[in-house]
């Protein structure tokens, strides 16, 4: 079952693509944000001028990670009981380049993991991060 909170925002499956997501995701957007249903297997949908992948947030997460030692960490700022709701901000930490930020508050998990996988594509994409292999 798709829930949209799992997976990337379509800006930031557009930012992940420019900046070289390469791999297989069962979902995808139309270029006007539409998502798809799910593909019958998973498949490199950013080599599509009209499409680009829509992987989940973990997916992203690792990617950063795995290609650009980027670690995103995500922590609670202040918890209200008994409502048991929460808000989050997410660190970024390139340990490539030493550049550290944290995103704004979130009352969501999946929204500040998603905006800290936005503002690290967007360093990378401005060449503030280095990719580990250049």
């Known amino acids: 079952m ?10 930031v499956g557009l930012l992940l693509k420019e900046i ?3 791999e ?3 979902y995808s957007y139309l270029e006007n944000g539409l998502r798809c249903c799910p ?11 009209k499409r680009c992948s829509c992987p989940t947030l ?3 997460q690792r990617w950063l990670r795995e290609n650009y030692d980027i670690h995103l960490d995500i922590k609670i700022i ?3 009981a008994p409502t048991r709701k929460s808000d989050f901000i997410c660190d970024i930490h390139s340990l490539n380049s030493k550049e550290y930020r944290e995103t704004k508050v979130y ?3 999946e929204k500040v993991l998603n905006e800290g996988i936005r503002e690290s594509c967007e360093l990378i994409k401005n060449r503030r991060i280095w990719n580990q292999h250049d």
């Open 2 to 11: 798709f829930r949209q909170e799992d997976y990337v925002t379509h800006d």
């Open 20 to 22: 070289g997501f390469n």
């Open 24 to 26: 297989n995701c069962k």
């Open 39 to 49: 593909s019958e297997y998973e498949q490199n949908f950013n080599l599509s001028e």
């Open 58 to 60: 973990y997916e992203a």
């Open 78 to 80: 202040c918890s209200y």
């Open 107 to 109: 009352q969501s998990y």
